[in-house]
């Protein structure tokens, strides 16, 4: 921007001296011998420096340069004064109305080097404006752009949620459906899967498990008997007893569910589980397939074959009545440490014996992660 400056003087020689001393600098140069003149000039030439005389005829220099402050508050003022008015000069300063005393007679150098200054001043603040309104601005958008953020990132965490819980119950009802197709290859074992997984979970939980692993216990107990969709439905149905080929047959089933859950990679945790679910915790060959014994069978498979015992002998079948809680309880003391977990078999007991009938209820409505959240 071209830099002007206006001198205001009731001297006319002054005035002429003055442009004659600056007509080798860069600037534009504008002269005024009366007060309201100068004022009229200012109103229509942007001018960023006005050097004023004090003593003037209609209107002293103090006077112009306070109307200028006014109406003009950007415009650097100086003042050119004669010794003699020191005082009204020092005044002004003090009072803040202007930027630099020049007296009389100057010397030209300085007076230069004081408009240089001048100039910079008001170039200094200028900048100094203009970088406030930037940083305003962007102090505004970052604001917005923050706000805009938080609620997309509120969204977003929303969105995410309700998709993991859709995708969760998904994932349970997938499974459900599997064991359900399995209970229902045998009218007599509807809802066996269900309350087995339900079992294990109180079972798993009464020995203190960890989230994770109850949830595995929840899911490995509904799938535990997967494989029986491999096992011929006269075998599964006989009402009679069972001839050894046909037992043998039956015994297939934790490996074929091993086998039919293997491929599907979220469940390869469960599928140790099944496998093992119907080992003796003795490692005696009363258990199947591969004879682990105590700590080598997965804990999971310990815990569902617990529950899977209540279960059977809590129901119904084609050949007799669900047994009363009295001959579960003496069935489990019966056979902890051969074929279950003692640890497992007395987490059950305590169960038993704290619930009574409402732990084998066969209708009790059962949601894996409202009963993780308890
Ligand atoms: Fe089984």
Not at 7 to 20: G, P, Q, S, T, W
Not at 67 to 81: F, G, K, N, Q, S
Not at 235 to 255: A, C, F, G, N, S
């Amino acid at each position: 921007m071209a830099h002007t400056v206006l001198f205001v003087d009731d001297e006319v020689n002054i005035l002429k001296a003055v442009k004659r001393m600056l007509r080798h600098e860069p600037w534009e140069v504008v002269c005024a011998s009366r007060p309201h003149e100068a004022l009229e000039i200012l109103d229509t030439t942007p001018a960023q420096v006005v050097v004023s005389d004090q003593r003037m005829p209609d209107m002293s220099g103090v006077d112009l340069l306070a109307a200028v402050r006014e109406r003009h508050p950007d415009v650097v003022r100086m003042m050119l004064t004669g010794y003699t008015e020191m005082n009204v000069a020092v005044e002004a300063i003090n009072r803040g109305e202007i930027f630099r005393l020049i007296t009389k007679p100057w010397n030209d150098e300085e007076l230069k080097a004081t408009l240089r200054q001048a100039f910079d001043h008001f170039d200094m603040k200028g900048e100094i404006k203009r970088l406030n309104l930037v940083t305003r601005e962007q102090n505004f958008k970052l604001q917005d752009m923050n706000r805009n953020l938080e609620h997309k990132v509120r969204d977003r965490t929303k969105q995410l949620a309700e998709k993991h819980s859709e995708l969760r119950t998904a994932y349970i009802q997938t499974i459900r459906a599997l064991a359900e197709a399995v209970d229902a290859k045998d009218s007599y074992t509807r809802g066996h899967s269900e309350r087995v997984g339900v079992y294990s979970s109180k079972i798993a939980r009464e020995i203190g498990l960890p989230r994770e692993l109850i949830e595995r216990v929840y899911i490995a107990g509904l799938l535990h008997d997967v494989g029986k969709i491999g096992v011929r439905d006269a075998v599964i149905t006989k009402p009679d007893r069972l001839t050894d080929e046909e037992y043998d047959e039956i015994k297939q089933h934790p490996e074929i569910g091993a086998k039919i859950l293997e491929p599907v990679s979220f469940l390869s945790d469960v599928v140790e589980c099944v496998r093992h679910h119907h080992e003796w915790f003795d490692g005696s060959d009363r258990g199947y397939p591969d004879r682990l014994k105590a700590d080598s069978i997965p804990l999971p498979s310990r815990v569902i074959l617990v529950a899977d015992t209540v279960e059977a002998m809590t129901s119904d079948r084609p050949y007799r009545k669900g047994l009363d809680l009295d001959t579960v309880l003496e069935e489990l003391h019966k056979f902890s440490g051969t074929q279950f977990d003692p640890a497992v078999a007395d987490a059950c007991l305590r169960l038993l014996e704290a619930e009574g009938d409402s732990f084998i209820k066969k209708d009790q409505k059962f949601d894996i992660y409202e009963f993780l959240e308890v």
